[in-house]
């Protein structure tokens, strides 16, 4: 476990010298207003859409991996497909949900 004991926190004339530093770079300036509000919740976009067919299979998963599910709550079968339509979107499998 960690021992928060030995964090040593920065002062607040370090923090602007850091803040400074990072302002300074080009090429890591924060996001603008704009393109913060482009970002959309990624949870909303990897369940199934509203009336998607479904199949029921039979699979074999590891014990671990579906308690770790089961712990989300009841809804962790929509975890699992989320996971699963996560993993295809990102391979070009399935169209990036809008």
Do not use: H
Request: no cysteine.
């Amino acid at each position: 476990m960690l021992d928060k004991s030995k964090i040593i926190l920065s002062t607040p004339e370090e923090s602007a010298i850091i803040t400074a530093a990072a302002l300074s770079d080009p090429d890591a300036q924060p996001l603008t207003e704009e393109e913060l509000a482009q970002f959309r919740p990624w949870r909303a976009r990897l369940l199934a859409p509203p009336g998607s067919p479904t199949v029921t299979l039979t699979m074999e998963f590891d014990a671990a991996t579906i308690a770790a599910f089961q712990r989300q709550g009841d809804d962790w079968q929509q975890g699992i497909n989320a996971v699963l339509r996560e993993w295809a979107i990102r391979r070009g499998y399935v169209p990036f949900p809008k």
